[in-house]
């Protein structure tokens, strides 16, 4: 919402170049992502030789573990090069239905399974699918920058709901009576949140549904860091599929491959809901990219039905994750004692204010993390991005020298 500052736009291929074209009315409100932006942008200064700490991408710094890349260069040499079905191929579908509902009272069917190119295209066509004009949508804030965009690109509006500041920003079902109108038709969150990384308890998660199927709103719940956790050992975040169906109204879930299995690249991402709803999807789908690239949906088939050895790959990836949260949140302690922060559960993040800065020349978060890479070299993504510009995001997704070298360089502009 609202356009990129001056300092990111380059990072999206420059300025319109185009004055006699036209566009159409569908994009009118359109705004390149930030998170995606301030990564190009770290990228091509480091690539121009500047000494860059990239702590804006949301990104898993590990490479795809190689039994993975094997099962898809092995399917390539198999031939498993061609379309598939829109959906997805129905051995993956049902592997998926498998494992989004283990262990809970959700039905582990392939038909409520859509496959697509990243969770970004699922949460996409669920938009696209649910939601038009004089619709309006409740989006939990702060908010993944993606949400609002998909939003408005269905020509409905988007309606950033802020939780309490003291509950780490988590939603009430009183929150969200107050943002809603006889209009209001969606509800979109992530659990762990992206950027705070706090988690909804299967209580709250309960209550939000609660309210959601009384309103006959559907709940759109973004999973995609379930399996980044700092909860008990070896369990997955609370889900919406926890909760016990008779309870809950109209449900999409989307998740991918991109953060638990470190798969960024390789494009997967899939849903579950209603067979109705996914019937739609993938129509709609199969006019707009068909499948998700079949040698990555041959690896996530490996990825999740190798139990064994994803359960190794994962638990390695999140010890890490996990070490990086005390040692960011000890940084932070230290360095800069007076810098309020959301304690992380999940996700792999740390939200910040840096209001703390602002003066004569520093008015809102954009303008702090432009000084901090211009005068340390460290990009991080401001608040506006997810719709609180005293915010900013660091990613904790990066090399624990990475980290401690950011958070130092960062403190000589946020002040200790
Ligand atoms: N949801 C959230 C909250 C995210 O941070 C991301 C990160 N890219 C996505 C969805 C989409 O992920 P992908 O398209 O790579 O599956
Ligand atoms: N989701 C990641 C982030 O928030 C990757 C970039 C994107 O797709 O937004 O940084």
Redesign the pocket.
């Known amino acids: 919402m609202g356009g990129l500052p001056a300092w990111l736009a380059d990072a999206n291929n420059g300025t319109d170049q185009s004055p006699h074209m036209t566009f159409s009315q569908n994009i009118a409100r359109l705004t390149p ?1 930030a ?2 932006a301030v ?1 190009t942008l770290a990228k091509k200064l480091a690539a121009e030789g500047r000494d860059i700490i990239n702590l804006g ?3 898993p710094d590990f490479d795809t573990p190689g039994w993975i890349s094997e099962a898809a260069i092995d399917g390539i040499r198999r031939g498993r090069t061609r379309y598939t079905p829109s959906a997805g191929l129905p051995e993956l579908r049902a592997a998926i239905a498998s494992y989004m509902t283990a262990g809970t009272d959700y039905p582990a069917e392939a038909a409520r399974i859509v496959v697509s190119a990243g969770a ?1 295209q699922s949460l996409f066509n669920a938009c696209f699918c649910l939601f038009g004009p004089g619709d309006e949508v409740l989006i939990g804030s702060p908010y ?3 949400y609002p965009e998909m939003v408005t690109l269905s020509r409905a509006e988007p309606v950033p709901v802020a939780g309490s500041e003291d509950r780490d920003f988590l939603l009430t079902p009183g929150d969200l009576e107050r943002a809603s109108t006889e209009r209001t038709r969606g509800l979109i969150f992530s659990t762990p949140s ?1 950027p705070t990384g706090a988690v909804y308890s299967k209580a709250q998660l309960g209550e939000m549904a609660a309210w959601a199927r009384d309103r006959g709103v559907t709940m759109i719940s973004d999973e995609i860091y379930q399996e980044i956790y700092f909860g008990d050992e070896g369990a997955k975040a609370p889900g919406a599929l926890d909760l016990d169906p008779g309870s809950v109204g109209d449900l999409v879930v989307t998740n991918g491959m991109s953060k638990a299995y470190a798969m960024t690249g390789w494009r997967v991402g899939y849903s579950y809901s209603s067979p109705g709803l996914a019937a739609k999807m993938s129509a709609f789908q199969s006019h707009v990219s068909l499948n998700a690239a079949t040698p990555s949906q041959v690896a996530t088939f490996e990825g999740l039905t190798r139990q064994g050895d994803a359960a190794r790959s994962k638990a390695r990836m999140l010890e890490a994750f996990r070490r990086r949260r005390e040692l960011v949140t000890r940084l932070f302690d230290e360095l800069l004692p007076g810098c309020p922060y959301v304690r992380p559960d999940g996700a792999f993040y740390l939200y910040f204010r840096v209001d703390g800065a602002f003066d004569g020349e520093l008015t809102c978060a954009n303008d702090v993390c432009a000084r901090i890479l211009e005068e340390t070299g460290v990009a991080i ?1 401001p608040g506006e991005a997810f719709g609180d510009p005293r915010y900013a995001r660091m ?1 904790t997704a990066s090399s624990d020298e990475e980290i401690e070298e950011g958070v130092r360089r960062m403190a000589r502009v946020l002040g200790g």
């Open positions: 992502s998170t995606v990564s991408a949301g990104e970004k993944w920058t993606s992206n993504v990613s």
